[in-house]
């Protein structure tokens, strides 16, 4: 199986996120918040082929390192994989809208130059916005919507695009999370975690524990966890496949 988004350099303890990934076997895209930081991670993981680190500026961080974008575009033919990326509307990070779109439509538009990119993609309180960008960016790669918060109407929307959506335990504590995942068609979903950020029950969730949502899958679409199994290795196989 697969954690599509998780912070793999950012544990306190980086030996127990790596020992997971190497025991589980499962597939990880391993994102980066700045520029800076792809070296390191992709040093931290060297030698565990199943698991990939994504070259990214979060939102969050857009007004205090958009600087780092030269830095990204010398960095951005050495992965397939982009993120975390997005834009985030919440208190305390509106406030930085304009630098948030500046960094996201710059790094966009950079993709739109290969025709392969993955893309990881934050929308926390923007789900319009983002959905609006990646409309204007048609050929910036494939989209994977992480813990997407959106209405039916724009779920439906990002269908349209050809966007995927990454969805982790985190996600079944809300009942707006569940919500979400009832609109999302079957042949769209994928699993994260966001560690060490999201937590379940207070306790940081590992690569491994995106397990968790192959059973609540079964339960709503009434089937066997194999075959939730076999549909999400058939989308991720649809992500990967080369275009
Ligand atoms: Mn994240």
Redesign the pocket.
């Known amino acids: 199986m697969m954690d599509l ?1 998780c ?1 793999v350099d950012l544990y306190p303890d980086h030996q127990e996120v790596l020992n997971d990934i190497k025991s589980s076997k499962y597939y990880v895209l391993s ?1 980066t918040t700045v520029p800076s930081a792809f070296e390191g991670t992709v040093q931290l993981t060297s030698g565990i082929k199943h698991c990939k680190t994504a070259l990214g500026l ?1 939102p969050q961080l857009a007004h205090l390192r958009k600087n780092e974008l030269p830095l990204f575009d010398k960095l951005v033919d050495r992965t397939r994989y982009i993120g ?1 990326i997005g834009l985030d509307g919440s208190k305390g990070y509106a406030d930085y809208f304009d630098d948030q779109l500046e960094v996201f439509t710059h790094i966009l538009k950079k993709c739109e130059g290969f025709d392969n990119k993955i893309l990881t993609i ?1 929308s926390l309180n923007a789900t319009g916005e983002v959905l609006e960008q990646l409309k204007l960016y048609p050929n910036a790669g494939t989209a994977i919507l ?1 813990w997407f918060l959106g209405t039916k109407k724009q779920v439906l929307e990002a269908v349209e695009l050809g966007c995927f959506f990454s969805i982790g335990p985190a996600m079944l504590t809300s009942a707006r999370g569940k919500k979400v995942i009832s609109w999302i068609p079957q042949d769209r979903v994928l699993l994260e975690t ?1 560690g060490p ?1 999201a937590k379940v029950k207070g306790k940081i969730l590992f690569p491994s524990d995106s397990d968790a949502v192959i059973g609540y899958l079964a339960d709503i679409w009434a089937t066997q966890n194999t075959v939730i199994i076999d549909q999400l290795s058939l989308n991720f196989r649809c992500i990967v496949a080369v275009n």
Do not use: Q
Request: proline fraction near 0%.
């Open positions: 988004h912070h994102v979060h975390e934050h992480h966001d950020f």
